[in-house]
């Protein structure tokens, strides 16, 4: 197998949740050592988000970290501080999700860190970023969803605004502070220079948005929730066939003149109105009801086999028990058992190289795991990691002597 690009990265990683732990593992996923301290005891918030729990473990917390070896130190010590910055002075990378007064107590501010080792990328992950008024605010998903003015344009036809439900804030987040991290890498490698990257919720959230606010601010009316028919293409929406609905995207003229012969609709195909988006967008109401009428003669596979055939995008608005056993995403690798953990799943990264032709998929780390071995591994004396140990779960002391051999 090959190691990835990252090989022989060190990540030291003390961030909690979803955002940060999705960061750490697609830089695992390509190859870099990824160190997740942890909390005595709980661990990870999310080690505890569910049910369903598999053996114990959570599926969302498995869903975001794969690939990484567990520490527990408590940071409520001295001993334990100390032994996170002595870790942290070995690492290329240190990523947190802390409020900014706590990152001074504990001593790992970006000021102080970046003075004691100036190659170091630190990359600070946040609901709302580091500078600005509400720095200090705790972030999540929905609220960044909501203050983004994502959820703003999201739900039912004059209905109420509605998330998007799954962990899109914290995943795209993950993304961008990935991508961020490996360009900083590729300069630390080259000239020595370190980095602090700081990646928010809510600055994602408004990446997300920045085609609705750039039409926005060039004139467009304010949108509100429209069950996804207000697109910026005509047509580009789910409708209802005979049996389920489908989504049909028209991303040009020609493809436009294509669906409307496949489906029969000669008359919408030579109206001179409707021959550019503008038009079909001026007269979106018209073909709505004139494809709605059509599609509801015959069952969606009738559709997607005439549409497929005149190379128009379209899709069955799926399940998830279909995703799971759609032969694309079988085919694709896409889906990825927990080793040694029947019943638990993740998701492989959204890249493939083509160097690495297995992906690498070393399992959920249980809390704590390679405490020891860590901290041997950064030169700690044997007195001194026996007491860590212990000060992150008393259940994980010193080893028992092996017995004296018997000569009775």
Same mark, same amino acid.
């Given at each position: 197998m090959h &190691?990835?690009?990252?090989?022989?990265?060190?990540?030291?990683?003390?961030?909690t949740?979803?955002a940060g732990?999705?960061?750490?593992?697609?830089?695992?996923d390509?190859?870099a050592?990824?160190?997740?301290?942890e909390?005595?005891?709980?661990?990870?918030? /999310?080690r505890?988000?569910?049910?369903?729990?598999?053996?114990? @473990?959570s599926?969302?917390f498995?869903?975001?970290?794969?690939?990484?070896?567990?520490?527990?130190?408590?940071?409520?010590t001295?001993d334990g501080l100390t032994?996170? &910055?002595?870790l942290?002075a070995?690492a290329?990378?240190?990523?947190q999700?802390?409020n900014?007064t706590k990152?001074?107590?504990l001593?790992?501010?970006?000021?102080?860190?970046?003075a004691e080792?100036?190659?170091?990328i630190?990359?600070a992950?946040?609901?709302?970023?580091?500078?600005?008024?509400?720095n200090m605010l705790?972030g999540?998903?929905? !609220?960044?969803?909501?203050?983004?003015?994502?959820?703003?344009?999201?739900g039912?036809?004059?209905?109420?605004p @509605?998330r998007?439900s799954? /962990?899109?804030s914290?995943?795209?987040?993950?993304?961008c502070?990935?991508l961020?991290i490996? /360009?900083a890498?590729?300069?630390q490698r080259? #000239?020595?220079a370190?980095e602090?990257?700081?990646v928010?919720?809510?600055?994602s959230?408004?990446a997300?948005?920045?085609?609705?606010?750039?039409?926005?601010?060039a004139g467009?009316?304010e949108p /509100?929730?429209s069950?996804?028919?207000?697109?910026?293409?005509a047509v580009? @929406?789910?409708f209802?066939?005979?049996d389920?609905d489908?989504?049909? !995207?028209?991303?040009?003229?020609?493809?436009w003149?294509?669906f409307?012969t496949a489906l029969?609709?000669d008359?919408?195909?030579?109206?001179?109105?409707?021959s550019?988006n503008?038009?079909?967008r001026e007269?979106?109401?018209?073909i709505?009801?004139a494809?709605?009428e059509?599609?509801?003669? @015959?069952?969606s596979?009738t559709?997607l086999?005439?549409?497929n055939?005149?190379?128009?995008?379209v899709?069955?608005v799926?399940?998830l028990? #279909?995703?799971?056993?759609?032969?694309?995403v079988i !085919?694709?690798?896409?889906i990825?058992?927990?080793?040694?953990?029947?019943?638990?799943?993740t998701?492989?990264s959204?890249?493939?190289?083509?160097?690495?032709?297995q992906?690498r998929?070393?399992?959920v780390?249980?809390?704590?795991?390679h405490? &020891?071995e860590?901290l041997?591994?950064?030169?700690?004396a044997?007195?001194?990691v026996d &007491?860590?140990v212990?000060?992150?779960?008393?259940?994980? !002391?010193?080893?028992?002597?092996a017995?004296?051999?018997?000569?009775?």
């Open positions: &190691r990835g690009p990252l090989s022989g990265l060190r990540v030291v990683d003390l961030t949740s979803y732990p999705t960061a750490s593992m697609y830089l695992a390509l190859g050592d990824v160190i997740k301290v909390r005595p005891l709980v661990g990870d918030d /999310a505890t988000w569910g049910p369903p729990f598999i053996d114990g @473990q599926p969302w498995a869903s975001a970290n794969r690939n990484k070896r567990s520490l527990v130190l408590d940071l409520r001295d032994a996170l &910055r002595e942290i070995t290329d990378v240190f990523m999700n802390l900014p990152l001074k107590r001593g790992v501010d970006p000021g102080r860190m970046r080792n100036p190659r170091l630190y990359c992950m946040s609901g709302f970023g580091l500078s600005g008024p509400s705790p999540y998903d929905l !609220a960044a969803q909501a203050r983004s003015g994502l959820m703003s344009v999201t039912s036809m004059g209905g109420s @509605q998007v799954t /962990a899109l914290d995943i795209v987040t993950g993304m502070a990935a961020a490996s /360009a890498v590729v300069r080259g #000239e020595g370190g602090v990257i700081d928010s919720l809510l600055d959230d408004l997300l948005m920045a085609p609705r606010i750039a039409s926005y601010l467009e009316a /509100a929730p069950g996804g028919t207000d697109s910026v293409l580009y @929406q789910s209802p066939t005979a389920r489908i989504i049909i !995207a028209i991303g040009n003229d020609a493809m003149v294509r409307c029969g609709l008359d919408l195909a030579v109206d001179a109105r409707l550019t503008a038009g079909r007269h979106r109401l018209r709505i009801a494809v709605t059509r599609l509801s003669t @015959q069952k596979a559709w086999a005439c549409l055939a005149a190379n128009v995008p899709s069955c799926q399940s028990s #279909e995703v799971v056993a759609d032969e694309q !085919a694709r690798g896409a990825l058992p927990v080793p040694d953990a029947e019943g638990l799943f998701v492989h959204p890249f493939r190289f083509a160097s690495i032709t992906p998929n070393d399992g780390a249980a809390l704590g795991e405490t &020891r860590v041997e591994e950064i030169g700690l044997a007195d001194r &007491r860590l212990a000060a992150g779960d008393p259940a994980a !002391a010193a080893p028992e002597p017995a004296a051999p018997s000569h009775g």
